[in-house]
């Protein structure tokens, strides 16, 4: 991961923190980046998640990703 794209990661991450609430329907993830990562940031909705993952993949404390079956 660049560092600008870990720095961009990272303030998303500073954002969810401050704005997101797990309970409530009306302070989800999608709440926050359209009323603060994308006048923030200006990124799409894509890269917003795809950045999360990102950031809890390269944590040395996130949880580990589940693993699920294959076909082959």
């Avoid at 309970?23 to 999608?30: A, H, L, M, V, Y």
């Avoid at 799409?44 to 990102?54: A, N, Q, W």
């Amino acid at each position: 991961m660049f560092k600008s794209t870990q720095k961009r990661a990272e303030q998303i991450m500073r954002l969810l923190a401050e704005y997101y609430e797990p309970g409530r329907q009306d302070r989800c993830k999608r709440w926050v980046y359209l009323h603060h990562v994308l006048r923030t940031l200006g990124i799409s909705e894509r890269t917003f998640y795809r950045y999360l993952g990102e950031y809890s993949r390269r944590q040395p404390n996130a949880p580990p990703m589940p693993e699920y079956p294959t076909l082959f």
